[in-house]
């Protein structure tokens, strides 16, 4: 985890240079604005990740001499096959669809959203994937 850290500390130092650069450069503000915020994006994630390695342990891909088998083993817990993910990304597209053709499209995405995002909220307790 140091290493991601180091890189985007060291991709936010790039952008703010071109930032300051574009900006100085074409004194056009949404360019200028949208690398500010870029850099304030990169200089968060960095300093999170850089942040978190000092209270993990060391990983394989902070060691220079590991193998590509020294992190091998069981990841963590990933949720079985889901339609829910399926239902949101509907509904959100109905959404943001409805702000372009018109704000009815709102009475169909609601339903939508609403069902994917409980189903997938209480996903482990009911059906074949409930917890015993």
């Known amino acids: 985890m140091k290493i991601q850290g180091k890189m985007f500390i060291w991709l936010s130092i790039f952008i703010l240079a071109m930032a300051i650069l574009y900006g100085v450069w074409s004194k056009e503000p949404v360019g200028t604005t949208a690398l500010f915020l870029a850099f304030g994006l990169a200089i968060m994630i960095g300093y999170y990740l850089a942040f978190t390695a000092k209270r993990v342990d060391a990983m394989a891909q902070d ?18 096959h889901s339609w829910q993910p399926l239902s949101l990304a509907v509904g959100g597209s109905f959404a943001f669809l409805a702000v372009a053709m018109g704000w009815w499209l709102l009475y169909f995405s ?22 015993q």
């Open 63 to 80: 060691d220079k001499e590991a193998d590509v088998a020294d992190e091998a083993g069981e990841l963590g817990f990933f949720a079985p």
């Open 110 to 131: 609601a339903p939508l959203i609403l069902v994917g995002l409980f189903g997938w909220v209480f996903e482990f307790y009911r059906g074949e994937n409930q917890n």
